[in-house]
């Protein structure tokens, strides 16, 4: 079973032996130099793959070295009181259906206009501005980082620029704009 699996492997370089007759001594050797021819090959790949681990091993001691050294940039810079801004991470619960028609509405009326009240969502989902006010109220105890300004006894909405550019690349809040509407 062996010379069978042997033949079918390197059938294209054995086959031209034994067509010419030669004796089992040649056969035996040019076996040998097709083994040795085979082991060089996996050899010289086993080499590379070695050299290309080394290589990858220098450039993340090089990536810590790099992140230790921002680290102590970014303490010495908070010594003196600078500020220096992180990217926010933000952890948000599943939003049921109303609550995401209502971000929804949010989400679109923040590229458009430039100032958003209670009044200007509830127009657009067809809810009570009480209902929207509880609905806002929901979705920032849900971490949806929605930032309100208070003006001449006006209240205006917008969301967090970070989260929303987030929420366009990812849908952080797994909306299926299909189903809502």
């Known amino acids: 079973m062996g010379c ?3 033949i079918e492997k390197f059938g294209s370089e054995i086959n031209p032996l034994f067509e010419n007759n030669l004796t089992e001594k040649k056969v035996i050797s040019k076996l040998k130099e097709v083994f040795e021819d085979h082991l060089d090959a996996i050899n010289q790949n086993t080499d590379e793959i070695q050299a290309n681990y080394e290589y990858l091993c220098e450039l993340d001691a090089k990536l810590d070295k790099t992140n230790e050294r921002l680290d102590q940039i970014q303490l010495f ?4 009181g600078l500020k220096v801004d992180e990217k926010p991470k933000f952890d948000v619960k599943p939003l049921n259906k109303r609550e995401q028609e209502v971000f929804l509405v949010l ?9 958003i009240t209670y009044s200007d969502v509830a127009k657009r989902t067809g809810f009570t ?3 929207i006010f509880e ?3 929901s979705l920032l105890k849900k971490g949806v ?3 309100r300004k208070h003006i001449n006894n006006r209240t205006y909405l917008q969301l967090n620029p970070y989260f929303k550019s987030l929420q366009a690349k990812q849908n952080i809040l797994k909306i299926d704009q299909k189903t809502l509407f």
């Open 4 to 6: 069978f699996i042997l």
């Open 77 to 80: 810079l908070q010594q003196f």
């Open 107 to 115: 989400y679109t009326l923040d590229g458009i206009k430039e100032k």
């Open 129 to 131: 501005e009480e209902l």
């Open 135 to 137: 609905y806002i109220a």
């Open 145 to 147: 980082p929605i930032m």
